[in-house]
């Protein structure tokens, strides 16, 4: 078919999940003039990793991700990392609370709602890390209201579910923290979407539109391919920067971009299921997010929880998640997305992790072969009364962890997101996974802090960006004023206050 010639644009956003959404908002709110073409394969935004049903809900905050503190090797609590996050989810409700202020976002009930936060463990071992770690969390006034006990009457309170019908021997001990959140990204997405598509001048949103190559030019523009799922037609279209924001599908367009900096990258597909309760009597008993330990050689991403979430109006509960393994980056990818991501570049990157990782696949292996009985004994200890025929099984989000070139190793597994942008500042792109929605603010940030350096320390920019973010360029760790006062702002406005 014939390609159509296209003006150029300021901005190409690919993808539409939350971090086009983040950004797109951003630039418009920082230079209302750039114009925005938003490119998304699917016939609706927010279907993939941003959808409420394949990703976890929890507003990371490390309130209960034990992850997030681990134990060094004398014995003590780092938790620079939890301090890290609970910063930048404070930062996302600010920009979300300015939205709402706004009313770009006209009922933050549809997307956040208050629910505990908690960590469960049981063993000696488990219960004295534990302490620790709230001991460590405690000492920080962004923590401080962090509760822990050993005491199953308290426990009783906090999580009847749990303790129901449980070994009154056993021993057990948790945190509990009241401010944690659920935040349906999906809908929060749509929302953002929405405005920055209907409200906003020059922003042209394209539903089941794929990019299929990205051509940097002379000039330093990139020339977009696009092809229109439905018609079939292929155009073009130039644009001044781009983002990749297209989840699982970033890496291959990052590698067709051809920029120096994405050399050496790979991506290892990690799938995921959802154990769901169907009974509405059981949902109703539970009302927290109660966070477990990984078990040796898991990911992060698959550390047990159960998890209450509002969908939609709904209250549901879920269990997991089970980690899998499928060859595609997306969900609703492709079976060669994997072997079709393998390039020179990256071979010695994906061999290395491949080597250094055996304890990882072996949990791979374990997880995707077992049963439905065997999930519901993991949930059992959790839930020492779940029935089989109160819950189903159901498949979660696809996550693709990044692999970077290391020059020990020959690659690393990284856990995290990581931004790839070219030095010229004309593209970005956004790889990994958790907790990046949840410090999807902070992410973009960066990637404005990468791409455009000057416009960001013009005073226009800092103004604006300090009324979004009223702690822009502050860190909460520091002011415990600073912090009460802003938490208390974003709260309010977000309806997370009684």
Known sequence: MKEVEEPIFDVVLIGGGIMSATLGVFLKELNPNCSIEIYERLSAVALESSNAWNNAG???????????????????????????????????????????????????????????????????????????????????????????????????????????????????????????????????????????????????????????????????????????????????????????????????????????????????????????????????????????????????????????????????????????????????????????????????????VGIHNVALTKYLIEQVSMSMEERMNALREFVPDAKNEDWILAEAGQRVQVIKRDSDEGGVLEFGTEIVASEDGSIAALLGASPGASTSVSIMLDVLSKCFPKEMKSSAWQAKLKQMIPTYGQHLMDDKNLATKTRAWSHQLLGLTD
């Open 58 to 352: 929890t507003g990371h905050s490390a309130l209960c991700e034990l992850n997030y503190t681990p134990e060094k090797e004398d014995g003590s609590i780092d938790i620079s990392k939890a301090i890290k996050i609970i910063e930048s989810f404070e930062v996302s409700k600010q920009f979300w609370a300015f939205l709402c202020e706004q009313k770009y976002i006209s009922n933050p009930r549809n997307f956040i709602h208050s629910i505990p936060h908690m960590s469960l463990v049981w063993g000696d071992e488990n219960i004295a890390y534990l302490k620790k770690r709230f001991e460590a969390l405690k000492a920080c006034h962004l923590f401080e209201s962090m509760e822990y006990t050993e005491d199953n009457k308290l426990l009783k309170q906090w999580i009847p579910l749990v303790m129901a019908k449980r070994d009154t021997k056993q021993k057990l001990a948790a945190t509990h923290i009241e401010i944690g959140t659920d935040v349906n990204f999906g809908a929060l997405t749509e929302m953002i979407l929405k405005h920055v598509d209907e409200d906003c001048p020059n922003v042209n949103m394209h539903l089941q539109h794929e990019v299929r190559d990205l051509i940097k030019q002379a000039d330093g523009t990139w020339r977009v391919k696009v092809k229109d799922e439905n018609t079939g037609e292929r155009k073009t279209v130039k644009a001044k920067f781009v983002f990749i924001g297209a989840g699982g599908g970033a890496l291959h367009l990052l590698e067709k971009s051809d920029i120096a900096e994405a050399k050496g990258f790979a991506g290892f597909p990690v799938s995921g299921q959802w154990l769901i309760c169907k009974n509405k009597k059981v949902v109703q008993k539970h009302n927290a997010k109660v966070y477990g330990k990984a078990a040796i050689g898991a990911p992060p991403m698959s550390v047990p929880h159960l998890d209450t979430r509002v969908i939609d109006g709904d209250k549901a509960l879920l269990f997991g998640p089970f980690a899998g393994f499928s060859t595609k980056f997306l969900k609703e990818g492709s079976f060669l997305d994997l072997p079709l991501s393998i390039a020179p570049h990256n071979i010695i990157s994906l061999l290395g």
